[in-house]
């Protein structure tokens, strides 16, 4: 079983900074790719970055230059720095993972965590 859990999320100020993690625990083979999505109730989930397998980063083009996402692959986790925060960044932020383990690999999606930027 394989578990991706979110922290972080939170109510702040316009041109606020929040700090999400999404740590992945379970029987775990390999992590390949991390990423973070959110949706807008209403709206459909959207990429806001992902950590690629390969090493590299992608940002939607609304939170780039604001947002950083990192990676710890000693903890199997993920950040994202958010700084520079709208009120249009408020939405609910989802952890997404793909992942192998000793019977197979498949996508893995965390709970989800709340933010609200206040204008």
């Known amino acids: 079983q394989v578990q991706l859990v979110e922290s972080g999320g939170g109510l702040v100020q316009a041109g606020g900074s929040l700090n999400l993690s999404c740590v992945a625990s379970?029987?775990?083979?390999?992590?390949?790719?991390m990423a973070w999505y959110r949706q807008i109730p209403g709206l459909e989930r959207e990429l806001v970055a992902i950590?690629?397998?390969?090493?590299?980063?992608y940002y939607v083009d609304s939170v780039k230059g604001r947002f950083t996402i990192s990676r710890d692959f000693t903890k199997n986790t993920i950040n994202l720095q958010m700084n520079s925060l709208k009120s249009e960044d408020t939405a609910v932020y989802y952890c997404?993972?793909?992942?192998?383990?000793?019977?197979?690999?498949?996508?893995?999606w965390g709970q989800g965590t709340q933010v609200t930027v206040s204008s």
């Open positions: 997404r993972s793909f992942i192998g383990t000793p019977v197979g690999s498949k996508d893995y």
């Open positions: 379970g029987s775990i083979f390999r992590i390949y790719n």
């Open positions: 950590f690629t397998s390969g090493n590299t980063t």
